[in-house]
């Protein structure tokens, strides 16, 4: 099947400093790309859809100022968390379309100290 | 509301046993329901996908039904085995934008 990793797997940071996490279709071209967020024995919330060449939308909540997202090309996105705080520690997924099937990357997970 | 609810949050079996989690969901309009298995720390990872029209599909050992009228789902185990220890999660495509509404999941735990 398709494969989508995500690179770091884990990244500690400061409070205040910037994380840059990568996420990339490694065997398929996906236009639109997708951010989600999850918190200790809690499911998958989705925090934004990245589309390739334009902006990305946003969910009702997630600061898009404080979560960049950029599709620069039809296999990588990426997601800066700007001036990160503790309270932005968690499990970062990205997940590709493809056709119907949306294949999810191993995670990353951001602990800011 | 779209919604879709999981049950039970959580489950103990010994190894060999089967099991079978249920998702009912009220997700409307409704494009396809899929299973996903989650082990700790790590992405999840598709076991099935099912559209209105398919009752039952299979992936060796995970059979997921589907019966659209009531607007229910179960993922049924069999012969469980310690690695199947995981968090399940029951996801539904649709909701008029193609999203993907998620479950809480049923974190099954398999003991020896």
């Known amino acids: 099947g398709a494969v989508v990793s995500q690179h770091p797997s884990r990244v500690i940071c400061k409070s205040g400093t910037s994380v840059k996490i990568e996420c990339r279709s490694l065997?398929?071209?996906?236009?639109?790309m997708f951010w989600y967020r999850q918190f200790p024995k809690q499911s998958l919330m989705l925090m934004a859809t990245s589309n390739e060449g334009s902006k990305a939308t946003y969910e009702q909540g997630v600061e898009k100022d404080k979560f960049l997202i950029n599709h620069a090309s039809l296999t990588l996105s990426t997601l800066t968390v700007t001036s990160a705080h503790p309270e932005d520690s968690s499990f970062y997924i990205c997940?590709?379309?493809?056709?119907?099937?949306?294949?999810f990357g191993p995670g990353t997970r951001l602990t800011v100290t | 509301k779209n919604q879709v609810e999981q049950s039970p949050q959580s489950l103990i079996i010994l190894e060999g046993k089967n099991c079978t989690l249920q998702?009912?969901?009220?997700?409307?309009?409704?494009?396809?329901l899929r299973w996903y298995k989650q082990d700790t720390g790590r992405g999840p990872v598709s076991l099935t996908i099912?559209?209105?029209?398919?009752n039952t599909k299979s992936n060796g050992r995970y059979t997921a039904t589907l019966d659209a009228d009531t607007k229910q789902s179960s993922l049924h185990i069999t012969a469980s085995q310690l690695s199947d220890s995981a968090s399940y999660i029951c996801v539904v495509s649709g909701g008029g934008y193609n999203k993907l509404i998620f479950g809480a999941g049923t974190r099954l735990a398999v003991h020896p």
């Open positions: 065997d398929f071209q996906a236009t639109t």
């Open positions: 998702c009912n969901y009220t997700v409307s309009p409704f494009s396809n």
């Open positions: 997940s590709a379309r493809d056709g119907r099937e949306e294949y």
């Open positions: 099912m559209t209105f029209s398919e």
